[in-house]
């Protein structure tokens, strides 16, 4: 009984050891199966390629075998320069932790909003059409403005957006910023209506030509004056394929909400004094709101004189 013991103790000191030292020396790795390469005994898989390679094009033969090992090229330079910046303490560091706090809640809401995608049910042919009746300024109204564009940062002072409600050309708007000694950027700019809320297109469509339109966009302010402008319908086919997108981009983005505000009402929050929730929450949930133009929100000028 005592020999089977001792048997037994040495046998697994001795595969102890092995695993340790193949651990250390990264002697159990070898680029083969889905493990296409091995940097200093850290693996790099098909898999990593592959998502290298997500947005690459689809190439057969000499040419896709050329992408394929320079996109693992870029994974193990990638892998090098991330084990120097260890051995430079970068991981370590404050900063570090806090943005790969970020960039991982990011990916995982961004994660779930792609779940989300994949198991919504099919739009029907009902869905489809809703949205392209909701969206006229995207399908059969779709127009690109072509614009002068002054965008500025958004004024502390209230009476600088005052001031500027009376100006009916650029000219008034420039010598209004210049009397209060604001800093702006001006230049042709194109706007598809696409990309607007439906309100706001109708306003720059009664608008027109006739006098600039101001639009805070948050952080700053854009004040525009349209010079000309081209439609550009979607129609058929291509209309039905981009509402579809709309229906799941809009769809998830509900859900999203739905699960924020629950998730929100479940939690215990607690804020330091002189810290809290805004009294206006902004509406857009993060990893699945849409991109924005140049122009967003509604003119704070109104649509006729």
Known sequence: MFDR???????????????????????????????????????ITTQEV??????????????????QNMALDRVVDRQLLADVAKKDGIESSPEYVLRKKKMDEGLLVQML???????????SAQDIQNVINSNPQAFADRTVFLVDQIVFPTPDR???MTALQPAKNMDDVVATLN?????FQRGNNQINSAQLPPQMFSQMKQVGTSEPLIVPTGPTVAV??????????????????????MFVKQTVAKEMKERLDQA???AKIEYQSGFGAPETPSSDVPGVTAKKSGIAGLPTKAATK
């Open 50 to 67: 592959n998502g290298e390679l997500q947005n690459a094009p689809k190439l057969e033969g000499d040419e896709g075998k050329k992408i």
């Open 158 to 160: 209230k009476d600088v």
């Open 179 to 183: 009397r209060f000694g604001i800093k």
């Open 113 to 123: 909003g792609e779940k989300l995608a994949r198991d919504l049910k099919q739009p």
């Open 224 to 245: 525009v004056m349209i010079k000309a402008t081209k439609p550009a319908p979607v129609t058929g086919d291509n209309a039905k394929a981009i509402a579809n997108q």
């Open 5 to 43: 013991i001792t048997s037994w103790k040495r046998t697994s000191v001795l595969v102890c050891s092995l695993a340790a030292l193949a651990a250390l020396t990264g002697c159990d790795s070898k680029p083969e199966g889905q493990v296409v390469a091995v940097v200093n005994g850290q693996e």
């Open 264 to 266: 929100k009402k479940d």
